[in-house]
């Protein structure tokens, strides 16, 4: 296998997502370990520890995220199917719907459209002031909850890309 060494180009493998237009070609995106793929998004079930929704917010954003958003009744099903059963963190988890900004204007913290809905029979119903959504752990219906409430969370984000690029010369 002389001589392959003198070809005058390389072939790089990257991971890093923002490299993908560069790309000869890509792979599937991919997670990290403890995230669990669906589609090109990542998604992180926090049961450990609890937070109230702007600080499990500020979280998924240190991780590069957001708190999970739903476009789709399929992906929705995905998530439920692979929902914490018996959680020590509550009844439910925050995603990243929230109506704080106009009172019934609800939107996802990552700007995507909130279209997809599927709330819980009367809800949401602003008891006492509730600007946040979070979803039941038994039926993953969604429930307007309490800000400052402390619960487990769902983070949402963009899987990593496997991309391989072809530079030329030496």
């Known amino acids: ?44 079930f926090e049961t450990e520890t609890v937070k109230n929704w702007q600080d499990a917010e500020a979280r998924c954003v240190n991780e590069q995220g957001h708190l999970a958003s739903f476009r789709s009744e399929k992906e929705l099903s995905f998530l439920i199917a692979h929902m914490p059963g018996d959680s020590p963190t509550g009844i439910s988890m925050w995603m990243g719907g929230h109506d704080s900004v106009t009172e019934g204007g609800w939107e996802w913290t990552d700007g995507s459209p909130f279209r997809y809905i599927r709330w819980n029979a009367g809800n949401p119903d602003d008891y006492y002031g509730e600007d946040c959504l979070t979803m039941l752990i038994n039926s993953g219906y969604w ?7 402390r619960r487990g969370y769902i983070c949402k984000r963009r899987g990593e890309k496997c991309c391989f690029k072809l530079t030329l010369g030496k």
């Not at 003198?6 to 995106?29: E, I, M, Q, Y």
């Not at 429930?143 to 409430?149: I, L, W």
């Open 1 to 44: 296998m002389a001589g392959y060494s003198n070809f005058p180009f390389s072939l790089s493998l990257l991971s890093d997502h923002r490299f993908v237009d560069n790309c000869l070609f890509a792979l599937d995106s991919h997670c990290d370990p403890g995230y669990l793929l669906y589609g090109d998004f990542c998604y992180h």
């Open 143 to 149: 429930n307007d909850d309490n800000c400052e409430n």
